[in-house]
């Protein structure tokens, strides 16, 4: 009786004992899966990005080349008065006859100017005068040797506003040869006041 009380107390220790084991595997198969599903998740494989470096200057004007001047375009233009030492900006539309000119041939109709920068919208061009600007008034003579007015009316030559009915020889000896390479004034007034001073 003893003994076969002994062998199932055996046999119960070894039930109780698979019965745990088992127990602990269906209760670390939920855990398992809930450790799996929040993981941390893995960077994903990158390459480095590839930046294209900003076109340079001379790219941007090989660039331009191709391009042609559009409707409506205008060209931004940089005028240098030497007699004067004055520096004038302007806007003006370009001319019809440029419309749907390449860089290249519009430097070759335009050869006064020295273009510096070329887009379909707008040029951007320079040029040095030997004459005064707009802002003075000038008295000088004219192929006959009278004496006349002249202005800078339109920026790129000198227009003869009137004639003042004299001659340079005319005129006290100490003003002739200023006068004959062109008397500059900053205002109409100024100009009216000195020629009453040599005419009086």
Known sequence: ????????????????AALLVVVMLVAWA????????????QPLATSSPHISPLPTEEARQILAQGSVLAQGALLNQTLTYQACGHVVQRRVDAPAECIGMERAALEKLLSDYRVTAFSPSEVAMQRELSMYCPAHWVVRPDDLGELCIWQN???????QLTQLGFGAEDLPESERETVRRGKAFDSQQDMEGWLESIQS
């Open 1 to 16: 009786m003893k003994r076969w009380m002994g062998q199932n107390a055996r046999v119960i220790r070894w039930g109780a």
């Open 30 to 41: 939920p855990v398992s899966d809930w450790l799996t599903r929040n993981d941390p998740p």
């Open 153 to 159: 009316q339109l920026g790129e030559h000198m227009d």
